[in-house]
């Protein structure tokens, strides 16, 4: 293959971000006329494409072989620049380009690519930033979607100028602040790892009432500063009509605790005051708003989390795991959530999904229709007291919606009666690895999947997010459960997501969509997707976080998924599927290509992650040989 293959290569990955790019030349003469040759003739140079982004000028270099790239000095951060390697070398050749722009145009903001390589899957791409004050080599990128013209100026202000993101600078905010808190919670108010939630729930609730201050908590013997915030937040669930009383009464028991606890309205001399009152002032001045900010984000969720990843609580233990925000998010659109809908989260820990749901819906909605929405259209069961305690004081800060959650085990409603209520829209992350044991398999994920299909109305979109052994089924019941779900629904895709998508929970996820109560047809090609590569990556001090990439990739997956967009079978394949099958996009893929060492590493590191995902979801059986009878 020649240097033509790569020229096209780079101008389909250009084309794919809607950057708009010319060969050799582009419509600024002031541009043209800086060009000048690499090979020092003094005569007109012409780079493969150039392209403007927003206040940035872009200059790309090409090779066909990847050993062109680059030639550096020893210090691998200074490219040579004799006649020689600007000619040969690709990234050497795009700075010279870039250096002639900024010393002969106005323009003082450049960033020069150089790229190599004929097979788009391996193609070699290096951004260089150059200024009036220097260059400065950029780590490689896989295409161009963050240099459009929606991204470059976060790029700029990320990578090249080292600036922390809005959203990690605020989310650090927040663990930094939840830490203090749940360091404080124990060291003042001696409360345990399942209390403290609850403490700060009860106490957001109080705040919420207008003529509930701070300053009230006197640290009085006679009525104390619990009652005062305990009096306050029965007020507010009064105020936001929480009913039936039944519930109301089940929500307030779990907040007694806020009374009982003399030691919280003492007062501490280490304070000066109760620890309540430092509590509810801390909370006010740091918190409140950050939940109250008419976000999807379920940041009491978040709050929740880090208390138990501080503690080293029984969230893992009980199968607790809380819903990234973006994942809520992607939920809502793989299920094309509409105002009219009616959603239904049968696991709804503290919220977060009726919480997008509600956000998605309210965005789109009608005036006159946001009231129905809040009261009618969103439904959720949680089977923990606490929980289901910190979902409703959840759903009352973020603007309602809380009518219709009940405390129930969702396994133990029948099916008929739920499916009479007409749900359009189920969205689940079921309690994981709870069924390991013959006495508990009644308890898996997929035995959850079985059940919420059968639970909503004809027609209804599921989404569900699960371990990647759920899609597995290798065991007999598994394989039963798989087939009940072919004969009575549909599965439409399976998506695979990044493995630390739950950051240091140790679950490889995977989200399943589906159309409940109709009969998968034999012909159907259901859609498998690795999208392993979201954007998203693990950041010291705050976990996952959305990189410049992010945004790109959802539409990348949603234009694929909902419009049959073009992708390499890498990213997504389009099979029929048995009930043996392993629903996932792994087992349906074959690569043609011979693995370089690096693929093959790579390969068996993933293999080792799954092997140890399946063991410590009970399914490690899977990996032990057989015994081979002898004779």
């Keep these: 293959m020649t240097e033509k293959t790569t020229d096209l290569i780079i101008s389909k990955l250009l084309d794919a971000s809607s950057i708009e790019h010319y060969a050799e030349s582009c419509p600024i003469e002031e541009i043209n006329k800086a060009m000048v ?22 200059v790309i270099e090409d090779k066909a072989k990847v050993e062109d790239q680059a030639k550096y000095l020893k210090d691998n951060e200074t ?28 323009f003082k903001k450049v960033i020069a690519f150089g790229c190599s390589g004929t097979d788009e899957k391996r193609i070699v791409i290096r951004p260089i930033y150059v200024s009036p004050t220097g260059y400065k080599i950029l780590p490689k990128v896989k295409d161009f979607s963050q240099f459009s013209t929606e991204n470059i100026e976060r790029y700029y202000n990320e990578i090249i100028c080292g600036n922390e993101s809005i ?113 509810a002032e801390y909370l006010h001045s740091n918190i409140l708003t950050a939940i109250c900010n008419n976000s999807p984000e379920d940041v009491l969720g978040r709050f929740y989390g880090e208390f138990i990843s501080y503690s080293g609580g029984d969230g893992q233990t009980l199968g607790v795991v809380l819903t990234p925000k973006h994942i809520t998010e992607l939920f809502t659109e793989l299920a094309e959530i509409k105002p009219t809908d009616k959603v239904l989260d049968p696991c709804c820990g503290t919220g977060g999904f009726l919480i997008a749901a509600m956000h998605r819906m309210l965005t789109q909605a009608k005036e006159e229709d946001k009231e129905n929405i809040r009261r009618n259209n969103l439904h959720g069961i949680e089977l923990r007291d606490d929980m289901f305690s910190i979902a409703t004081t959840n759903m009352i800060l973020r603007g309602d919606g809380k009518s219709n959650l009940i405390c129930a085990d969702f396994l133990k409603q029948k099916s008929e009666d739920m499916y009479k209520k007409g749900f359009t829209v189920g969205l689940m992350n079921p309690p994981y690895s709870q069924g390991k044991t013959k006495s508990t398999a009644h308890l898996t994920e997929l035995k959850f999947i079985c059940h919420l299909l059968d639970c909503v109305g004809d027609g ?36 695979t997501l990044n493995t630390d998508t739950f950051y240091g929970v140790g679950t490889n996820p995977v989200i399943a969509v589906f159309t409940a109560h109709q009969p998968h047809p034999k012909d159907k090609l259901v859609k498998f997707v690795d999208f392993k590569d979201d954007g998203y990556e693990v950041f010291a001090h705050v976990g996952l976080m959305p990189t410049d990439r992010a945004a790109e990739r959802k539409k990348y997956l949603l234009d694929c998924w909902f419009q049959g967009k073009t992708a390499p079978n890498s990213f997504i394949v389009r099979s029929t599927i048995e009930a043996d099958d392993e629903w996932l996009h792994s087992f349906y893929y074959f ?41």
């Design 79 to 106: 490219l040579l620049m004799d006649t020689s390697s600007v000619t040969k070398y690709a990234e050497n050749g795009a700075l010279h380009y870039a250096l002639s722009i900024i010393q002969n145009t106005n």
């Design 591 to 631: 690569n043609e290509e011979i693995p370089s060492e690096e693929d093959f590493e790579k390969t068996m590191a993933d293999y080792l992650t799954f092997e140890f995902n399946m063991i410590t979801h009970g399914r490690g059986y899977l990996f032990e040989e057989k015994e081979v009878a002898n004779g």
């Design 37 to 58: 040759s690499k090979r020092g003739t003094g005569k007109k140079g012409f780079p493969e494409y150039l392209a403007i982004s927003g206040d940035f000028v872009i």
């Design 460 to 495: 209804a979109r599921c989404v569900v997010i699960v371990p990647q052994s759920t899609m597995v089924g290798k065991t007999k019941e598994d394989k039963i459960d798989k087939q009940y779900i072919l004969d009575n629904h549909t599965l439409e895709g399976v998506i």
């Design 167 to 279: 959203e990690r600078v605020e989310l650090k905010t927040i663990l930094s602040r939840a830490k203090t808190l749940h360091e404080d919670l124990r060291n003042y108010g001696q409360l345990g790892d399942s209390e403290k939630p609850l403490v700060v729930s009860a106490i957001l609730l109080a705040l919420e009432e207008k003529d509930f201050l701070t300053e009230n908590l006197t640290g009085d013997t006679i009525k104390t500063d619990g009652q005062k915030i305990f009096d306050a937040m029965s007020a507010h669930m009064e105020r936001v009509k929480v009913e039936p009383q039944v519930k109301k009464k089940r929500v307030i028991d779990q907040f007694n605790l806020i009374i009982n606890r003399p030691v919280l309205s003492e007062k501490d001399e280490r304070l000066g005051k109760s620890p309540l009152r430092y509590f």
